[in-house]
Every structure is written in structure tokens, then in C-alpha cells.
């Protein structure tokens, strides 16, 4: 049996951080690169790998095992994902909480006619804290849940940023409160409020001549990003935006408490937490092993939408169930 063939739909970070995993797995290769740009203009990492329109993706349905969408959740994915599964089998990593429930019934609609297999919202969250906080709360049904996100670049905030006339390039920073967190994990159950759990940090190059304050009182001010946190702004060169702030880091912890006992004398805390260098090539990567769960279920004759809910670990990995019972159980 050949390799699980991945096509990729949008060739920036994160399509970049799919096609690294592609080569790190061994059991996956990509395929195609479909972009919406002149596919001249593209030049992918992957040597022989050829770079497709997007307006294409029909005539490419023999090419490709499996499609990881790269777009973003605010308008991309919400029209390629359900378009893009009644092609092909599909991955996205919508990110819109609140509008999961309607993507998952779009997806799952064309997925089901066209008889493919779609998995959506995975990555690190949604994706694999959702699962933290699925175990947690089952093992523990009376508990508080906690999120806390960071230290890392929000690439939404710093885009909002950009967005303010005057303001050249910004990088956006959400960063946990330290005594919040600390008491979370001591297992006192605090009730925060979102000013309590988190600081947004922001560096911006502004333009010669620009009214700093008049930025720095948009960005404060600006509703539903930076108005309900503690917000610090720093002025400083396109040099040393470049020198360091390059990176895409991100990370945080879900955090469950809760208590056993007759009396709920014994108290318990459980953590999951990532610390990443790059957002979107971890992404990527998760991306890329739920793609290989898609094939799979797709070979047994599954159909429809699924999250990560849905899917037993033992299909993420390239291992045999043997292999796995033998060194991971």
C-alpha cells in the first residue's frame, strides 16, 4: 500500500507547517499544492510537487487522498470545507468556537452526500485541549475548567493592529497573569474574570510621523480585542520588530479541578499544556495526523463530519495496533 497522498489548499504558515509534517511522517506524502495565487508565483519546499489553482481542485479528485485546508476560519474555511468535501476527504482547523456547531452541520451535510469523510476544528484549540477538557471532565464531573493561552503571538490581534492607520507592522502577545495561574493550579478554584486571567502585550512599528497616542489609545480601546485586558504598548523599530519578534510561538494549559471523597475532602488538579515554537507548524502537524485518520476511516466506509471526539487515538498514528499495545500502552 502506497503512502496516504496530502493535498494542501493555501500555501502560507500553515500550509507551510503541513508540508513539513508531510515529510516527517512515514506514511504520507504531499501531493498537490492548490493556491489561489498564480501558481508561478509559488514555490513550494517539496521537490516535484506540483502547484495547482485553486479554482482546479475538481479535476484533481484521482491526485489526492486527502485535502488539509489551510485557510483562515473567519472567511475561508467556512465556504472551502463544506465545497472542498464533496471533492475530496478533508481537514480543516476552524477555530470559531461559537460557530462550530453550524460548520460541523455545513460539512456534514456535503460529506454525507458526496461520501467522503470530513474532520474539522483540529489543531491545539480546538483540537487537542478540547480532548484535555473532554477526559477531564469526565474523570472529574464536579471541577472548574480553566484555559489559559500564552505566552505567544496572537496572529488575529497583531493583524488588528496592522489594521490601525499609522501602524506599519505589530506583533500582538497574550500572556497568562501569573498569580491567576498559580492559584488555579494550587486548587483553590478562583472565579476570574478575563481581565484577571490574561495580559495582551503589543509592539508596533508605527509610521514616521505617526500620532502614537492616538494608536495606542485605538488599540486599548479597540471592543472584543484588547478593551476587557490589561494592555501594555511599546513603540519600536521595523529592526527590532524583525530581530525579535520573527517567531510565531504559542502555548498555554487546560487546567481541571476538582475534588473526590464523601465529603470532597481530597482535591485533585489535571493539566495538559503545550509550549510551542512555532503555532503553525505544530498545527500542521496535528493536521496531518488526523489527515491519516480521514484515509482510514474513509478505506472503511465511514462518511460524514467528525472532530476529534469522534476518532480513537490508535488512527492518528502510523504505528499497528500491535506496535502501540506493545510500546505506548
Known amino acids: ?48 510537487v506540483a502547484v495547482w489553482p485553486a479554482a482546479d481542485l ?50 456534514d451535510e456535503a460529506a454525507r452526500e458526496s461520501g467522503h469523510v470530513a474532520v474539522i476544528s483540529v489543531g491545539w484549540d480546538p483540537g487537542m485541549f478540547s480532548v484535555s477538557r473532554l477526559y477531564a471532565n469526565a474523570i472529574m464531573p464536579a471541577g472548574a475548567d480553566y484555559t489559559f493561552w500564552g505566552r505567544g503571538v496572537s496572529q488575529g490581534h497583531s493583524d488588528a493592529i496592522r489594521r490601525i492607520p499609522g501602524v506599519v507592522d505589530a506583533r500582538q502577545y497574550t ?27 503589543c509592539f508596533v512599528v508605527a509610521e514616521p510621523g505617526a500620532d502614537e497616542e492616538a494608536i495606542e489609545r485605538a488599540i486599548v480601546e479597540m471592543p472584543n480585542y484588547f478593551a476587557d485586558y490589561d494592555t501594555t504598548v511599546t513603540f519600536i523599530s521595523k529592526e527590532e520588530l524583525d530581530r525579535d519578534h520573527a517567531g510565531i510561538p504559542h502555548g498555554g494549559s487546560v ?58 487515538p490508535a488512527y492518528l498514528s502510523a504505528q499497528t495496533p500491535e506496535e502501540l499495545r506493545a510500546h505506548m500502552l
Do not use: W
Open 1 to 48: 500500500m502506497g503512502n496516504i497522498r496530502i493535498g494542501i489548499l493555501g500555501y502560507g504558515n500553515l500550509g507551510r507547517g503541513v508540508e513539513l509534517a508531510c515529510a516527517a511522517n512515514p506514511d504520507t506524502e504531499l501531493a498537490a499544492v492548490f493556491t489561489r495565487r498564480d501558481p508561478e508565483s509559488v514555490k513550494v519546499r517539496t521537490a516535484g
Open 58 to 107: 475538481e479535476a484533481h479528485v484521482d491526485d489526492v487522498d486527502v485535502l488539509v485546508l489551510a485557510g483562515g476560519s473567519a472567511t475561508d474555511l467556512p465556504e472551502q470545507t463544506p465545497a472542498a468535501a464533496r471533492l475530496f476527504n478533508v481537514v480543516d482547523s476552524f477555530d470559531t468556537h461559537a460557530n462550530i456547531p453550524a460548520h460541523f452541520a455545513a460539512v
Open 175 to 201: 500572556v497568562p497573569v501569573p498569580e491567576a495561574l498559580a492559584a488555579v493550579r494550587a486548587g483553590e478554584n478562583p472565579e476570574l474574570t478575563t481581565r484577571q486571567k490574561h495580559t495582551r502585550e
Open 255 to 312: 487546567i481541571r479541578t476538582g475534588a473526590t471523597g464523601v465529603n470532597g475532602e481530597n482535591t485533585h488538579v489535571i493539566e495538559f499544556s503545550l509550549k510551542l515554537d512555532s503555532n503553525p507548524e505544530f498545527t500542521g502537524s496535528v493536521l496531518v495526523a488526523f489527515a491519516r485518520a480521514a484515509h482510514r476511516l474513509s478505506q472503511e466506509g465511514a462518511r460524514g463530519c467528525k472532530t476529534i471526539f469522534d476518532i480513537a
